[in-house]
C-alpha cells in the first residue's frame, strides 16, 4: 500500500537545540499531519496542514512549533528551541479525504 | 468536543480464544470511526474503517467491528486470534471533513498467550 516515509528514524540532541522532523507523504496526498506519541501510549494531534497553510493545531503545537512544506518537498516539523517535554515519537500522516496512512515514527530524545 | 475511551489499558487472552476490545465515543456529529494497529517500534496500521451503511464491518485479518449509535460505540471483534495479533489497538474518531484531525483512543494492549 501507500507509504509515509519519515526521517530521521532517531534523533538525539540538546535541550535547547533545534531540530527538524522530516517526512515524505505519498505523492497525491493532499492533507498532512503530525501526531505526537508519548510513552508508547497516547497518541495526540498536533497539527494538520493543506494547501500551504495549517487548518488546525492543538494546544501541544507550543509557539517554538512551525511546519512547512515547500515546493511539494518535504512535510517538515521544526521545533525551535528544543525542551526536555518534546521528547517523545513524532508521527507523520497523509491522506486525500479519508484514511490517514502513517509513517513510521521519528523518536526524539532530548537530554 | 469529541473523544473516544478505551476502557481495558490492558487485555489478555490465550490463542485461539475469541476477543472483544471495547471502545466508546463521544461526538455530536456523524463520526467516522476507525481501528488502527501498532506493533512494537512501528507505526500505525488501518485494521478497518466505518463511515456508514452496514453497521459491521470487514477489516484485514479476520477482524471485524460493530457500530452502535445508540450505544456509541465501536467495538472490535475477533473469532479467534493468534500469538501474532499482540499489539497495541486504537479506535479513532474523525469528523466527516477533508482532512480533519484524528482523535485517539487511549489504546488497549492486547497480549496473546501460546
Known amino acids: 500500500g501507500p507509504k509515509v516515509l519519515q526521517i530521521p528514524s532517531h534523533q538525539i540532541i540538546d535541550m535547547g537545540q533545534m531540530v527538524t522532523l522530516n517526512c515524505d507523504p505519498v505523492?497525491?496526498?493532499?492533507?498532512f499531519y503530525w501526531y505526537k506519541q508519548i510513552l508508547g501510549q497516547q497518541m495526540e494531534f498536533l497539527v494538520n496542514?493543506?494547501?500551504?497553510?495549517?487548518?488546525?493545531k492543538s494546544k501541544l503545537f507550543k509557539d517554538q512549533f512551525s511546519v512547512e512544506r515547500p515546493d511539494g518537498s518535504y512535510f517538515t516539523l521544526k521545533i525551535q528551541p528544543t525542551a526536555l517535554e518534546d521528547s517523545a515519537v513524532y508521527f507523520c500522516?497523509?491522506?486525500?479525504?479519508?484514511?490517514?496512512?502513517f509513517g513510521p515514527g521519528t523518536r526524539l530524545t532530548v537530554l | 468536543a469529541q473523544s473516544v475511551t478505551q476502557p481495558d489499558a490492558r487485555v489478555t487472552v490465550s490463542e485461539g480464544a475469541s476477543l472483544q476490545l471495547r471502545c466508546k465515543y463521544s461526538?455530536?456529529?456523524?463520526?467516522?470511526l476507525f481501528w488502527y494497529v501498532q506493533y512494537p517500534r512501528q507505526g500505525l496500521q488501518l485494521l478497518l474503517k466505518?463511515?456508514?451503511?452496514?453497521?459491521v464491518v470487514q477489516g484485514v485479518n479476520g477482524f471485524e467491528a460493530e457500530f452502535s449509535k445508540s450505544n456509541s460505540s465501536f467495538h472490535l471483534r475477533k473469532a479467534s486470534v493468534h500469538w501474532s495479533d499482540s499489539a497495541v489497538y486504537f479506535c479513532?474518531?474523525?469528523?466527516?471533513?477533508?482532512?480533519?484531525?484524528?482523535?485517539f483512543g487511549g489504546g488497549t494492549r492486547l497480549t496473546v498467550r501460546p
Open positions: 500522516a497523509s491522506s486525500q479525504y479519508g484514511e490517514q496512512f
Open positions: 505523492s497525491n496526498h493532499l492533507y
Open positions: 496542514f493543506y494547501n500551504g497553510k495549517v487548518m488546525e
Open positions: 461526538y455530536s456529529g456523524t463520526p467516522y
Open positions: 466505518y463511515y456508514s451503511g452496514d453497521p
Open positions: 479513532v474518531l474523525k469528523n466527516n471533513n477533508a482532512g480533519a484531525k484524528l482523535t
